[in-house]
């Protein structure tokens, strides 16, 4: 947990990759809390919740986008706060109200998320008051076309989500689709920068001072991809990857495949890109590399996780 510039009532409880950051900001007016973690650490939102409230309810709680490492949580604190405000990204409320898994991505990455309700959107302009303070929401299009950023001028603090990292940037989910987003990365990136934040509060990792050096780092990322897209494709795949294996923490090699396989993004992306070798090959490729780069390790017929 870090108190960044030690705002009075900003708390941000910094996870591991599997789940998002979440952000708690309290004044006597309400609490809020921004993304939720992934549904296998759920208890573990709960309960960091609950103990920096105490008795105090969480009033209000606000998804960047709805990828599942940020909104897992979702419906255990609906349902453990009762007069919990639910408020989303425009875009994808009739996705969250029919609760279509594919829409919302959990079906296209093999992720679980489970089903939450919504009480209100958010929308770019917005301001919302968090911790005494005045908070922009500004739409942040690129890793995912719905995602939302929020900013506070007053101590130039910004909460990226995934749109800016340390070192990159969520993977381009709309590319992986085959969607053009390699450019609203960039106008994103350029709309940060514009900001001029002087703490950056991202979606995964410690909190940032200056937005220079994680400028840069994006940017030579996002030039890497736009001139060779298979590197970002591959990217994609590790990730999902890695992800499903942080999960699981290990899993029979065999197993592990064929999850795989069954995995739309997978099959879209080994059909983009690597047609000529069959889909089992073209995952053990990918998991030999995580091999290489030490994010997994092959153990007589099971995957580790390290
Ligand atoms: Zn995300």
Redesign the pocket.
């Known amino acids: 947990m870090q108190d960044v510039l030690n705002i009075p009532g900003l708390k941000v409880f910094e996870r591991g990759w599997l789940s998002a950051n979440n952000i708690l900001l309290t004044d006597a007016d309400s609490s809020t809390l921004i993304d939720s973690g992934y549904v296998i650490h759920q208890q573990q939102t709960l309960l960091l919740v609950q103990n920096a409230l105490g008795s105090r309810p969480l009033d209000r709680l606000v998804n960047t986008?709805l990828?599942s490492?940020?909104c897992g949580g979702n419906a255990l604190l609906q349902s453990n706060y009762p007069n919990l405000i639910t408020l989303i990204p425009p875009g994808e409320s009739r996705a969250v109200e029919q609760w279509d898994t594919e829409a919302l991505s959990y079906e296209a990455t093999g992720q679980m998320c489970p089903r939450f309700g919504f009480n209100g959107l958010l929308s770019a302009g917005q301001l919302l008051q968090m911790a005494g303070l005045e908070w922009q929401v500004l739409a942040a299009p690129g890793?995912?076309p719905h995602s939302v950023i929020m900013f506070e001028p007053q101590h130039r603090v910004l909460i990226s989500?995934?749109a800016l990292w340390a070192n990159g940037f969520?993977v381009v989910f709309p590319e992986l689709e085959g969607l053009a987003a390699f450019e609203e990365v960039s106008q994103t990136l350029d709309l940060i920068e514009s900001l001029q934040p002087e703490w950056i509060i991202p979606?995964h990792g410690a909190v940032i001072k200056g937005v220079d050096a994680a400028l840069f780092n994006a940017r030579r990322k996002l030039d890497g991809f736009i001139q060779n897209p298979a590197k970002h494709a591959k990217y994609g795949a590790k990730v999902l990857l890695k992800y499903k294996l942080l999960e699981l923490n290990q899993i029979a090699t065999l197993a592990f495949i064929e999850w795989a396989t069954q995995v739309r993004y997978f099959k879209l992306l080994h059909q983009t890109y690597s047609p000529d070798i069959s889909l089992n090959d073209w995952v053990m490729t990918m998991l030999r590399d995580l091999e290489k780069s030490k994010a997994l390790e092959f153990h007589d017929q099971l995957i580790v996780n390290i």
């Open positions: 986008h990828h490492d940020h890793h995912d989500a995934d969520g979606g």
